[in-house]
């Protein structure tokens, strides 16, 4: 080190940065150091207390244009690190800098963690509260409407007629929603199926009290808001999720349901029992006025829309997925012409069938049949509920890490959903063996788990054959996985008037093995719409 400038020594590497303190003072100065021993080249960041600097990559050293020169700057105090280098140093008293040279490099200061939080993991855990609140307004109808019933002398049918108008709403929306997303962008679509879900959620006790035609309109806008979460939430991480992280962040998000189920039916009883019926709807209505807060200035429908994406993410998010310019005009004839599409659109309907038969009529096999009371049946009607979203997560990554070690896509998904079909199938075989009330809880829960490998499989897949029609693809399917819900729902009550339990079950394995064929002949993960 000489009292003009740097010698570096070739093959070693000495990374600086310097901190440029305000004073408003000049002064002149060049590199001065005698008790400095280094062997290294030096990379030099300078960085600014301005608002104004953004963040600039560091370029390489040119040790042959640096040359002492002087130059007047503010006087600075400047701190380096040596990585893997012998390096002594005192305090570095000045900096080399000229007007045509490139060793000095403004950056900015460094962000508090939360801003240095990647913006792709705040818009997953941003769908997943949604998915949360989603299923928290839509399980709480089940627990009010016991008292709901007694206040209002409604029989079993109007009990029933009330809990499908829903189902009204939530078909319309489906295609709908996705066609809209993908027109203009998740985060507009989504942010008002939040809102007007939870708008519905708050007046229902009004509509209640007014007479029941305004119940049931009500329930059934509920459904149009929620119809839309679904194609809006697969739209927005189709452009934001890289495929090395797409398993893992929609079983992530979808949990946010399951946990929503929980805390639904848990909380619901508390706060009937102490603040009465109604309370329950203000409560969890209210709660979509903070997240549309949060959703409303943090989201953006794609990395392209937000101006505050490190250039470093948004480099590793576009160079794992695609980014095009929106959807103008939706291709009906080439998407419904694809064997793929319609593998999802046939495995969605079988794999729902068994999926909301468990749901619906597990309280009613665990009273009938293991001869539980309804406290105990409510209690353990959690269970599946927190199987299915750690069992989510569990598949989430192990699909994820089955990519990046070099495994198909295809394959991936075919592995995925064949578990989440054959499992349930197997477990589903087992119940009319069990001799014990705790066994067969045991076979429903392990069928439920592994049911929920799922969403590394036909639920991932959307995105996997057209990213950007993905929203579409979901709504079709969907659609097809509701009917499934409300037919088998209601073919479940006919079987177990003429039949048994084991009947029931018996066509539910069915159906998860012609969804298995079906799914590993036609399914594909390569891309097939563009």
């Known amino acids: 080190m000489s009292s003009n400038g740097l010698d570096p020594v070739t093959g070693s590497m ?13 002064k002149r ?33 040119n040790r042959q244009t640096l040359q002492p020169r002087h130059t007047s700057i503010n006087r600075i105090r400047a701190d380096y690190k040596s990585e893997d280098y012998d390096v002594t140093a005192a305090d570095l008293g000045s900096l080399v800098s000229s007007e045509g040279g490139a060793e000095a490099v403004l950056v900015g200061e460094t962000k508090p963690w939360w801003e240095q939080f990647p913006k792709r993991f705040v ?19 089940s627990i009010a409407i016991l008292p709901m019933s007694k206040e209002f002398n409604w029989n079993s049918a109007t009990v029933g007629l009330i809990q499908s108008s829903f189902f009204w709403g939530y078909l319309l929306t489906q295609i709908v929603g996705g066609i809209w997303a993908d027109k203009i962008g998740g985060k507009k679509v989504l942010g008002f199926g939040v809102v007007w879900w939870s708008i519905a959620t708050v007046l229902t006790p009004i509509a209640a009290r007014i007479g029941l035609p305004f119940l049931l309109l009500m329930r059934a806008f509920m459904g149009i808001g929620e119809g839309v979460a679904m194609p809006a939430m697969n739209n927005m991480l ?18 946010g ?89 046939v495995s ?15 309280p009613t096999y665990y009273n009938q049949v293991l001869k539980f009371n309804l406290t105990e049946s409510g209690l353990l009607c959690v269970l599946p509920w927190l199987t299915m979203a750690v069992f989510a997560n569990i598949g989430g990554w192990i699909a ?20 989440g079909f054959l499992g349930p199938a197997f477990f589903l075989t087992q119940l009319s063996r069990v001799k014990t009330p705790a066994m067969a809880v045991l076979c429903m829960a392990c069928s439920q788990g592994s049911d929920a490998f799922s969403q590394s499989g036909l639920y991932s897949n959307h995105q996997d054959i ?21 037919f088998g729902t209601a073919a479940t009550g006919y079987i177990l008037q003429n039949g048994s339990w084991d009947d029931v079950f018996k066509v539910s394995v069915i159906l998860y093995i012609i969804g298995t064929l079906v799914w590993n002949f036609f399914s594909t993960g390569e891309k097939i719409l563009d």
Request: hydrophobic share 45%.
């Open 123 to 141: 818009i997953v855990l941003l769908c997943f509260s949604a998915f949360l609140l989603c299923n928290m307004d839509r399980v709480n109808m």
């Open 400 to 419: 994820d890490t089955l990519v990046s070690k070099g495994l198909s896509i295809t394959t991936v998904r075919k592995i995925m959903q064949s578990i």
């Open 257 to 345: 349901m399951y946990l929503g189920s929980v805390i639904g039916l848990a909380f619901s009883p508390i706060l009937i029992q102490k603040f009465a019926w109604p309370s329950v709807f203000y409560s969890f209505g209210s709660l979509g006025s903070l997240w549309f807060a949060f959703w409303i200035s943090k989201a953006h429908s794609s990395p392209n829309e937000d101006p505050e994406l490190s250039s470093e993410e948004k480099k590793y998010i576009l160079g794992g997925s695609i980014s095009k310019e929106p959807v103008t005009e939706i291709p009906w004839k080439l998407i419904l012409s694809k064997a793929p599409v319609w593998a999802l659109i």
């Open 466 to 486: 057209g990213p950007r029609y993905a929203g579409v693809l979901l709504g079709l399917s969907n659609t097809a996985g509701v009917l499934a819900g409300v």
């Open 238 to 255: 189709s452009k934001w999720i890289p495929v090395s992280e797409r398993s893992r962040s929609l079983a992530l998000v979808y949990s």
């Open 348 to 362: 969605h309907f079988c794999h729902n069938w068994g999926t909301f038969i468990l749901l619906t009529w597990m």
């Open 29 to 61: 100065f060049h590199m001065t150091n005698n008790k400095q021993r280094t062997r290294g080249i030096c990379r030099c960041f300078v960085s600014l207390p301005s608002e104004s600097c953004n963040w600039i990559k560091p370029v390489p050293f």
């Open 14 to 26: 000495l990374k600086c940065r310097a901190m440029l303190l305000s004073n408003a003072e000049n």
